[in-house]
């Protein structure tokens, strides 16, 4: 497998808490992702980042933050959980853009949220 | 608007079955992702094309830039293959993917 873990695998947590995702590799790939993923909907992007400190909004990215202070881990906060953010949230990596031949995405094991 | 689509949603077929998968997409693109995911949740990346036909072991995919179709066709398929596969594009102008929403693949003995 490629070097990429996400933690915590499970969480359940109360409305209204902060809650903060993390997802850690080995690789040293420079693009990391974030994304959920929710039945009936494909993968949404929440955010994504391209290098360190270097990260920008995907299309479902309202109530979620992220930093990247080292290569190696991306983290996902969720400011103040809502039933609406309970959802599996993946993790993906990334030697170079989407488009550029050659290489792959490499994804975590995802992380099952639940917001009561 | 960038969209893609897959069909069937859901196909269940006898082990050594031929298997299509279907993914067409709206505008242009720069590339297809096909990635599977397993029961336990994981997901992997099975092939990125641009052009033509890729092949690996048992899978092979196919993109028509022309008619903005992408296929998955799995051979002599297994109850291993049992997964949910999905299809992502990367258009134009766009660096992020756009995904499917998956095509539940059952296998059966």
């Known amino acids: 497998d490629a070097g990429i873990t996400q933690s915590p695998r499970h969480k359940v947590t109360e409305t209204g808490t902060p809650v903060t995702l993390r997802c850690h590799q080995t690789?040293?790939?420079?693009?990391m992702y974030w994304y959920r993923q929710d039945p009936g909907h494909g993968l949404r992007l929440i955010h994504y980042?391209?290098?360190?400190?270097?990260?920008d909004k995907g299309e479902v990215s309202d109530g979620y933050s992220v930093s990247r202070s080292k290569t190696e881990d991306f983290l996902l906060t969720l400011e103040s959980a809502t039933s609406s953010q309970t959802s599996v949230y993946f993790c993906?990596?990334?030697?170079?853009?989407?488009?550029?031949?050659?290489?792959?995405?490499?994804f975590g094991q995802g992380t099952r949220l639940t917001v009561v | 608007k960038n969209e893609v689509e897959q069909s069937p949603q859901n196909l269940t077929a006898q082990e050594g079955e031929f298997i299509t998968i279907n993914c067409s997409y709206s505008?242009?693109?720069?590339?297809l992702h096909w990635l599977q995911q397993h029961p336990g949740g994981g997901i992997v990346s099975l092939f990125m094309l641009s052009s033509g036909k890729k092949k690996h072991g048992r899978l092979i995919a196919t993109i028509n830039i022309q008619e903005k179709h992408s296929s998955l066709h799995i051979t002599a398929s297994h109850p291993r293959d049992s997964a949910v596969y999905i299809c992502?594009?990367?258009?134009?102008?766009?660096?992020?993917?756009?995904f499917g929403t998956g095509t539940r693949l059952t296998i059966i003995p």
């Open positions: 992502a594009a990367a258009f134009f102008g766009n660096e992020k993917l756009t």
């Open positions: 505008v242009g693109i720069s590339a």
């Open positions: 690789e040293n790939h420079r693009y």
């Open positions: 993906a990596i990334r030697r170079s853009f989407w488009a550029a031949e050659g290489t792959e995405a490499f």
């Open positions: 980042s391209y290098g360190v400190k270097d990260t």
